[in-house]
């Protein structure tokens, strides 16, 4: 098992460009998350998702978009960087069991100019 | 609100003595309690979870935690700390009867073993 993959590492970006952050795994996880971490604030939830075909909004889903539209995959769009995106980015899955761990992708590390 | 806090923004031991890195909740209802660790660069790895049961979990690498329902807490402790544990260490609650299965995080504390 790969586990939770991301991709890119890293990225710079210019503001007002769009990009498309990707994530997926490979152990038919149902719930698939997008979390920001910025220093001192630990992680905030971007985005979640339950199920294909499913998604909603968490803490800080503004500037953000996501779709689901496998198990696998659940990529996640800047729509018009500005530097207050400027951040690392980890991708999780976990089963719907509430015991479930989440498990994290090696994350993205973003800036936006 | 349901939250979780991380009293210490960072905390200090010497090598070779015990540590605790503190943990307390808000859910409304019966929680599910993770700690995770995450080094410099990397993504977080799982340490222990709390489910049911003994109020006492043993995780990875020697660390354990002690639920403790009456006071709403989470400690991570280890007997004997080690250099290598130096990372930043994050508690996270999941509420059982959230249906959205979201984890609600800590901000993390930082902890340094000194040699």
């Known amino acids: 098992n790969a586990g939770v993959t991301q991709t890119p590492k890293f990225q710079v970006l210019k503001t007002g460009q769009s990009m498309t952050l990707q994530c997926a795994q490979d152990?038919?996880?149902?719930?698939m998350s997008w979390y920001r971490q910025d220093p001192g604030m630990g992680l905030r939830l971007i985005h979640y998702?339950?199920?294909?075909?499913?998604?909603d909004q968490g803490e800080v889903p503004n500037g953000y978009n996501v779709s689901r539209s496998t198990t696998e995959d659940f990529p996640l769009r800047l729509l018009s960087a500005a530097p207050s995106q400027t951040s690392v980015y980890f991708c999780?899955?976990?089963?719907?069991?509430?015991?479930?761990?989440?498990?994290f992708g090696p994350g993205t590390r973003l800036t936006v100019l | 609100a349901q939250s979780v806090a991380q009293p210490e923004d960072q905390v200090n031991v010497a090598e070779g003595n015990p540590l605790t890195v503190k943990c307390t909740y808000s859910?409304?209802?019966?929680?599910?309690l993770f700690w995770y660790v995450q080094y410099p660069n990397r993504g977080l790895q799982f340490l222990l979870k709390?489910?049911?049961?003994d109020n006492l979990v043993k995780g990875s690498y020697g660390f354990e935690a002690e639920f403790n329902k009456s006071q709403t807490s989470f400690h991570l402790k280890k007997p004997s700390a080690l250099v290598s544990d130096s990372a930043l260490y994050f508690c996270?609650?999941?509420?059982?009867?959230?249906?959205?299965?979201?984890?609600?995080w800590g901000a993390g504390t930082k902890l340094i073993i000194k040699p």
């Open positions: 859910v409304s209802g019966n929680p599910y």
């Open positions: 998702s339950v199920g294909a075909g499913i998604t």
């Open positions: 996270a609650v999941r509420d059982r009867m959230d249906s959205n299965y979201q984890l609600i």
């Open positions: 709390y489910i049911t049961g």
């Open positions: 152990m038919n996880h149902e719930y």
């Open positions: 999780a899955s976990s089963s719907t069991s509430g015991g479930a761990l989440e498990y």
